[in-house]
């Protein structure tokens, strides 16, 4: 792979990361304007995700991923962005899906379509990396 390519998947992937991280923002902004999302808050959370310094905590870990991706599939070596790209990303794809089943509301519409955008997004990611980047070599006593 040159390293023309190797640019271009780099500029794709991180711009993946970037379209991600906004809809996550977008997202959580977006479910402030809810009345009933806005109430529960105000107190304390919704039925059954109390909203407390452990899952700010939580949340603030989460939300690093992909920002932190960004600069990952940037910078770091090709083999380690991308692994790193498929790992995050499929992990991702599991914390968006189990988030359907925190608390005990159902979701909103909003956040199912921004939930379908970020799982296509992080499958995107993941396959991306996986497909297009090619894995490093093998060393030459493994190889034989």
Known sequence: ??????????QILSGLWIF???????????SLMDPVFARH??????????INQAFL????FLMEIPMAMILVSRWAPGGVARWACVVAGM???????????????APTLH???FSA??????????ALAWRKWPAPPLPEAMAS
Not at 91 to 105: C, I, N
């Open 1 to 10: 792979m040159t390293d023309h390519q190797q640019d271009k998947i780099r």
């Open 91 to 105: 992990f991702m794809v599991l914390v968006q899906v189990g988030s359907f089943w925190m608390g005990t509301t």
């Open 57 to 60: 905590l939580y949340a603030s």
């Open 20 to 30: 991600l991280t906004a809809n996550y923002l977008y997202c959580d902004v977006f």
């Open 117 to 126: 955008v970020e799982i296509s997004t992080t499958l995107a990611i993941a």
């Open 111 to 113: 956040y199912l379509f």
């Open 41 to 50: 808050l105000i107190q304390g959370g919704p039925p059954g995700l109390p």
